[in-house]
DNA sequence: CTGGTGGATATTGGATCCAATCTGCTAGGG
DNA sequence: CCCTAGCAGATTGGATCCAATATCCACCAG
């Protein structure tokens, strides 16, 4: 029997992975508080797992609790946004410098893969598999760095943005431009060029902090 | 009535507290695992706040968590501390480049009265008062960067390796040491030197790295 | 009209109980 | 002697139930 089974998580799992999809979706609008009761019923759990997943998500920033009031989704006001593109920018540099002269031909591979995975999502318009996409593209090349602390906290950077993110890759002319700029990312991963690759990314990253922005305060 | 009230926190929130305790006393070592039954009864809880309180302390890193396996005490690994503090090196610097400019004279006395705080602590020769009077001493400065992020995030690296930073203040050279560069830390923040205050914290870091790095090997 | 008081209701916090899973031991076969 | 199967005990995972707290609204006094 060689079939890989997927294990069935625990429920508490189950439910981290199934809130972060609606909160990436936007059916838990910032703003709103989290009902346990009706949520844990929807999901079809009790609320003890439900509490723990809301734990993890509140040590990530996104929820926030108050004590016998419950969780709130975070809103992200301008303020938290400039930080959060201004931790990764300093988090990232480092994650391009110690990984990029480890980088394996094999690693590029999967990369340059991702890469296609980005395009052919955003050829179908498949929004939702572009974005998973593009992270599974970025966070290859931060991986590699083979440094978990900082992987960790990049994604929790990451994902504090991702409700936001999604009008990003809805322009066409956005999407367009990341594709031109992942292969640049590639190429210059490809000459091992730490400098290129660092600002690369830095100017990657500021045109959708700038897209971020606007989609947060025209609102 | 002035007085201010001690207002009962959750059951949850005491066990965090508390775990943290003795996590940074070594009550719970490292690598040891967590009996949820039986540390939830030496707690005087149920086991519901204490598995809540460890997917908290999980997703600092504090603990590590298998399913159905439960959950274990973190060990630090050598890579593991140079990882942490190379993120406190990147996140520090920016924290003090953002809050210098932005101390105002009452912000510098409260940090100076930390300072003194560790110093009588250390004549006092109360270890675990000056390690947290030292934390205050520091957070004093980062949060007045007003990042709560930043700050949340150098609060974890710096758990990270409370429980083997407390054998730094054990060695009075190292007490004479820490008091001479937190002076010479406030003496660059209150002439708004900001490259003179980066260089002294990184200073100041830079030698208790080296005191946590011979705890660890040597064990 | 304003401000405060009391109580009904909704919601969260926590304890207990049972189910699911893992671990270690024992016995049997090769 | 070693390896595997399977059973028993220990431990974690989750559901349900009750207690504690907050919120909201009606009501009353000033």
Known sequence: MTATFERPPTATEAVITELRRLLVTGDLAPGSPVRQEALAERLG??????????KVLEGEGQVQYHRHRGYVVSELSVDDLVEVYRMRELLEAEAIRVALPRLTDTDIDAIASAAGDVEDAGRRGDLAEMTTANRDFHFLLFDAAAMPRLSRTLRGLWDATDVYRSVYFAGSDNRARVLHEHAALLDALESRDVPRAIA??????????AAVTTALTSR
Do not use: G, I, K
Request: hydrophobic residues 40%; without cysteine; glycine residues 0%.
């Open 45 to 54: 759990v009790s609320r003890v797992p439900l509490r723990e997943a809301l």
């Open 200 to 209: 690369m990314q830095a100017e990657h990253r500021d045109h959708s902090v």
